[in-house]
């Protein structure tokens, strides 16, 4: 059974880091992309950050670039994704999720995704 779960929300002031895990089993993360998603109340699910499992490349929304790193830990089926100088406009619910295929096809796009993890709260204010 593939199951994903997150890891690492929580309260931070603004200025502040987090880091965000997401466990992997029931697969092998490094024959899978794996993405990160936020979400808010009444807004869409937006992918933020994608690692290739082939080629190990990373992309980023323009949004946390620079800000956000996502990284993978092959032996551990884990991946994280560290996040700096929060602010306020990155509070969301945070999700990863699997794509079978090898490669970030279409990073940013949920129905890329086939399997998906059940998020944890990321809170930003002071």
């Known amino acids: 059974q593939v199951q994903l779960a997150e890891s690492g929300g929580g309260l931070v002031q603004p200025g502040g880091s987090l880091r965000l895990t997401c466990e992997t089993s029931?697969?092998?993360?490094?024959?899978?992309?794996i993405g990160w998603f936020r979400q808010t109340p009444g807004k869409e699910n937006e992918g933020i950050a994608c690692i290739s499992s082939s080629t190990g490349s990373k992309h980023y929304r323009d949004s946390v670039k620079g800000r956000f790193t996502i990284s993978k830990d092959n032996a551990e089926n884990t991946v994280f994704l560290q996040m700096n100088s929060l602010t306020p406009e990155d509070t969301a619910r945070y999700y990863c999720?699997?794509?079978?295929?090898?490669?970030?096809?279409?990073?940013?796009?949920?129905?890329?995704?086939?399997?998906w993890g059940r998020g944890t709260q990321v809170t930003v204010s002071s």
């Open positions: 029931g697969f092998t993360a490094d024959y899978s992309a």
């Open positions: 999720a699997a794509d079978r295929a090898f490669q970030c096809t279409s990073p940013y796009s949920v129905t890329s995704y086939d399997y």
